[in-house]
């Protein structure tokens, strides 16, 4: 199943006595199941992104003890009353039969996450129930980076492999270890602006289960528009050979999982077809550069 991508966000319904144990953790006064929206969040994966870099498996368990109880900001705007949502409690888990685009079985640290219901957050709880795609940012420190291709220290240029490179058919990535901190992650409607401090950003949405990504595909509407542009965009990325206006045709009427699983397949396409992801997600490479290059603090 591939939920991880173009996924709703909302509710994760039921709160059990569990949560609320976890979540009174970090309340000063008691809350109640009333008191308390929760919702479920992929941070980060093992999956190489679009600095061609990837966290080890490792670095992502600890990553996932790191982040419980961290804050999250809405929109980026570090302000305390922005500090909406805290995870109470994450694990990084294997998504069954997915794999990397190197070929590595593929594991996220999902997180879950509360926000108090007060007057001040009725305009994040609606927009994370609409169902609309959100990306999601995570800030961290890492201590260490290593070339993929010969394990020498790239942050300090041992090696004069580039990252996105093929040396005799392997991909040149930085291979992130040694997380030191965990210090926030964020989430926007917009895709996020690049700048220091909020780097490591993943296409990566707040997720839910299938059953509740399919109920609110089939009730929002604004997140079938969605999901058919992306559908689109991968196939024309994908070089289906269809044109767009054709495929949108096309894609207009499948349903959303069907959709899903069109898009799955392009992008497993376009995947193998730039196996160091496309350019046309690399946003200006000089972006990235100016990125790769700024203190390291991913
Ligand atoms: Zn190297």
């Given at each position: 199943?591939?939920?991880?991508?173009?996924?709703?966000?909302?509710?994760?319904?039921?709160?059990?006595e569990?949560?609320?144990?976890?979540?009174?953790?970090?309340?000063?006064?008691?809350?109640?199941?009333?008191?308390?929206?929760?919702?479920?969040?992929?941070?980060?994966?093992?999956?190489?992104?679009?600095?061609?870099?990837?966290f080890?498996?490792?670095?992502?368990?600890?990553?996932?003890e790191?982040?419980?109880?961290v804050?999250?900001?809405?929109?980026?705007?570090?302000?305390?009353?922005?500090?909406?949502?805290?995870?109470?409690?994450?694990?990084?888990?294997?998504?069954?039969?997915?794999?990397?685009?190197?070929g590595?079985?593929?594991?996220?640290?999902?997180?879950?996450?509360?926000?108090?219901?007060?007057?001040?957050?009725?305009?994040?709880?609606?927009?994370?129930?609409?169902?609309?795609?959100?990306?999601?940012?995570?800030?961290?420190?890492?201590?260490?980076?290593?070339?993929?291709?010969?394990?020498?220290?790239?942050?300090?240029?041992?090696?004069?492999?580039?990252?996105?490179?093929?040396?005799?058919?392997?991909?040149?990535?930085?291979?992130?270890?040694?997380?030191?901190?965990?210090?926030?992650w964020?989430?926007?409607?917009?895709?996020?602006?690049r700048?220091?401090?909020?780097?490591?950003s993943?296409?990566?949405?707040?997720?839910?289960?299938?059953?509740?990504?399919?109920?609110?595909?089939?009730?929002?509407?604004r997140?079938?528009?969605?999901?058919?542009?992306?559908?689109v965009?991968?196939?024309?990325?994908?070089?289906?050979?269809?044109?767009?206006?054709?495929?949108?045709?096309?894609?207009s009427?499948?349903?959303?999982?069907?959709?899903?699983?069109?898009?799955?397949?392009?992008?497993?396409?376009?995947?193998?077809?730039?196996?160091?992801?496309?350019?046309?997600?690399?946003?200006?490479?000089?972006?990235?550069?100016?990125?790769?290059?700024?203190?390291y603090?991913?």
């Amino acid at each position: 199943m591939n939920k991880s991508k173009n996924a709703p966000i909302g509710s994760d319904g039921e709160i059990t006595e569990s949560d609320m144990e976890l979540i009174n953790k970090y309340s000063r006064k008691k809350l109640s199941r009333e008191d308390v929206y929760t919702f479920s969040v992929v941070l980060c994966d093992n999956d190489v992104d679009r600095d061609h870099e990837y966290f080890t498996v490792d670095t992502l368990q600890k990553l996932a003890e790191m982040f419980v109880g961290v804050t999250g900001i809405y929109d980026h705007e570090p302000s305390a009353k922005n500090q909406v949502a805290r995870i109470y409690e994450c694990k990084c888990e294997r998504v069954e039969g997915k794999k990397t685009a190197l070929g590595d079985d593929y594991f996220r640290v999902v997180a879950k996450a509360y926000i108090p219901v007060c007057g001040s957050t009725d305009e994040i709880i609606s927009l994370l129930d609409s169902g609309i795609r959100k990306e999601v940012s995570v800030g961290c420190g890492i201590g260490k980076c290593t070339c993929s291709v010969c394990g020498a220290n790239m942050r300090d240029h041992e090696c004069t492999h580039i990252r996105g490179e093929r040396y005799g058919g392997k991909l040149c990535c930085g291979v992130l270890s040694e997380p030191t901190d965990a210090y926030e992650w964020s989430f926007t409607a917009v895709p996020a602006q690049r700048k220091a401090g909020v780097i490591k950003s993943l296409y990566h949405d707040v997720y839910k289960d299938a059953d509740a990504m399919q109920r609110a595909a089939i009730q929002n509407e604004r997140f079938r528009s969605y999901l058919i542009l992306e559908t689109v965009k991968a196939g024309v990325t994908a070089q289906s050979g269809i044109n767009s206006e054709l495929l949108e045709k096309m894609v207009s009427g499948l349903c959303a999982d069907d959709m899903i699983k069109l898009k799955t397949l392009f992008e497993e396409r376009a995947s193998k077809m730039y196996p160091a992801r496309s350019q046309l997600d690399l946003g200006s490479s000089d972006n990235n550069r100016e990125y790769t290059n700024s203190e390291y603090s991913i």
